[in-house]
């Protein structure tokens, strides 16, 4: 069975740090590229960030650059996601994704394309 279980949601202060975690199974790991994606209330699912696991490059939207980092431990099947200086605006839902390696950047880009699998998301509030 394919699961991606996202983790590490909570609520902050704005300017404050927290940690997501996607952790994956029953899928070839680096076959794909783990997306994040979120969904702040009433509005759209959106890409913040997609990295190719085995080398770990990554994408990411402009409004988190330089202060969201992917990383990953391949022996556990896990992604991460650092977010660091928290703005109310990302407060959101925020769900992983198994993504065609292909699209990676395109899905960063706005393109929504070669999502095969999510995860149920876990929920973010940055206060102000």
């Known amino acids: 069975e394919v699961q991606l279980v996202e983790s590490g949601g909570d609520l902050v202060q704005a300017g404050g740090s927290l940690r997501l975690s996607c952790a994956a199974s029953g899928f070839t790991f680096a076959d794909y590229a783990i997306g994040w994606f979120r969904q702040a209330p009433g509005g759209e699912r959106r890409a913040v960030s997609c990295?190719?696991?085995?080398?770990?490059?990554?994408y990411y939207v402009d409004s988190v650059k330089g202060r969201f980092t992917i990383s990953a431990d391949n022996a556990k099947n896990t992604v991460y996601l650092q977010m660091d200086s928290l703005k109310p605006e990302d407060t959101a839902v925020y769900y992983c994704?198994?993504?065609?390696?292909?699209?990676?950047?395109?899905?960063?880009?706005?393109?929504?394309?070669?999502?095969?699998?999510w995860g149920k998301g876990t929920l973010v509030i940055v206060s102000s």
């Open positions: 994704t198994a993504i065609q390696r292909e699209w990676c950047r395109t899905v960063v880009e706005g393109l929504n394309h070669g999502m095969e699998y």
């Open positions: 990295a190719h696991v085995d080398h770990l490059y990554a």
